[in-house]
């Protein structure tokens, strides 16, 4: 009896143990994929000029105010950040077998969501077990 208590134990704690190593290995692939969007953004991001936050007139008649750099700005965050849930319900998890699953980005989706067309599946994350 206390044989196979044991047993059960040691196979409960071992299946959640690969449960929960695979659900944090989907969490990081998708951490990566959100990365490789926001890196996609910048690249693609046209060169702006410094914004002016200068505003109003001192005693003598000259502007006041910060000249903050676009590249260091909360606008550029905001601007990048702009769009990205749309960008992410382009990603599916494809299983390709017991221990490995592959983060694609699909080309192809149905306007409501119900379905995606895997035609044209860009490769873009292999996950394994362990690395």
Do not use: H
Request: proline share 1%; aromatic share 8%.
């Amino acid at each position: 009896m206390a044989e196979s208590v044991a047993v059960l134990l040691i196979t409960i704690f071992t299946i959640s143990t690969f449960t929960i190593v695979s659900a944090v290995e989907d969490k990081c692939a998708a951490c990566y994929a959100v990365a490789d969007e926001l890196e996609q953004g910048l690249s693609n991001e046209k060169p702006k000029n410094n914004l002016d936050m200068r505003d109003r007139l001192n005693s003598k008649g000259q502007r006041e105010g910060k000249v903050i750099d676009y590249r260091v700005s909360e606008l550029r965050v905001v601007e990048l950040l702009d769009g990205l849930c749309e960008k992410m319900q382009e990603y599916t998890l494809q299983k390709m077998d017991s221990t490995t699953s592959w983060w694609v980005k699909t080309d192809y989706y149905l306007s409501d969501g119900s379905s995606i067309f895997k035609r044209d599946i860009i490769l873009l994350w292999k996950v394994t077990g362990g690395n």
